[in-house]
């Protein structure tokens, strides 16, 4: 049972332009959510999070929206940059201190010049 | 100067064969995990240790086992191995279980 789901594999995006990466979740318990970033080789990277006390988290380009009622966040990257391009996780913790983390499956993102 | 490192970066042994995957952290954390990323690249937990101390341990078949001698490191030794065994085995740890966890490069283990 994936609790946590992305079912884009793949985005392309143009440079200077947002790129959107989506996040669903069937587990109304979550209360706090995670992206992480992925380069080929290396281990994942935490980027942004949001409590679910809040709808919008902001850092730089990097945004994450959450809307509770549709059990779906997003990951707003406004401008992409060709160093963008990875894989990105989201992530929610099965319980809130135990560290236990559900990955989603990923989407590669690519950012073309 | 590496958070979380993690060796071998590449192990490659024949089926039936033990091998171990160490991992160091220099952060201070208390809390080290370990994760597999299979070959349709989910990251599923195995493991979560807390000060040394077992706190999660997800369906993993008892061939794997963890040691932790101190809380900067986490061992994964594997016993007996199989085909199913070949993945990427990622290394993390977090200050406590609830704060983002800092990850490994990984250790991909291919099995002949």
């Known amino acids: 049972d994936q609790q946590v789901k992305q079912n884009s594999p793949s985005l392309s995006v143009q440079e200077g332009r947002i790129s959107i990466l989506n996040c669903d979740y069937t587990?109304?318990?979550?209360?706090?959510f995670l992206w992480y970033k992925k380069y080929p080789a290396e281990g994942p990277t935490f980027l942004i999070s949001?409590?679910?006390?809040?709808d919008k988290n902001e850092d730089g380009r990097f945004t994450v929206f959450l809307n509770k009622s549709a059990k779906h966040l997003s990951l707003h990257i406004v401008p992409s940059q060709p160093g963008d391009s990875a894989v990105y996780f989201c992530?929610?913790?099965?319980?809130?201190?135990?560290?236990?983390?559900?990955f989603g499956q990923g989407t590669t993102l690519q950012v073309k010049p | 100067d590496t958070a979380v490192s993690q060796t071998p970066k590449y192990l490659v042994t024949q089926m039936g064969n033990d091998k171990s995957i160490k991992c160091e952290q220099n952060?201070?954390?208390?809390?080290m995990y370990w994760y597999k990323q299979d070959s349709k690249k989910f990251l599923k937990i195995m493991f979560s240790?807390?000060?040394?101390?077992?706190?999660i341990n997800e369906t993993v078949p008892n061939r794997f086992s963890p040691k932790s001698p101190d809380k900067a490191h986490l061992n994964l030794h594997i016993n007996s191995l199989e085909l199913g065994d070949s993945a990427v085995y990622f290394c993390?740890?977090?200050?406590?279980?609830?704060?983002?966890?800092?990850f490994g490069d990984g250790t991909r283990l291919s099995i002949l």
């Open positions: 587990n109304s318990m979550f209360d706090y």
């Open positions: 993390a740890s977090s200050r406590t279980g609830d704060q983002p966890q800092h």
């Open positions: 240790y807390n000060n040394k101390e077992l706190i």
């Open positions: 949001i409590s679910s006390i809040k």
């Open positions: 952060l201070g954390h208390d809390t």
């Open positions: 992530a929610a913790p099965r319980s809130s201190n135990t560290g236990k983390l559900i």
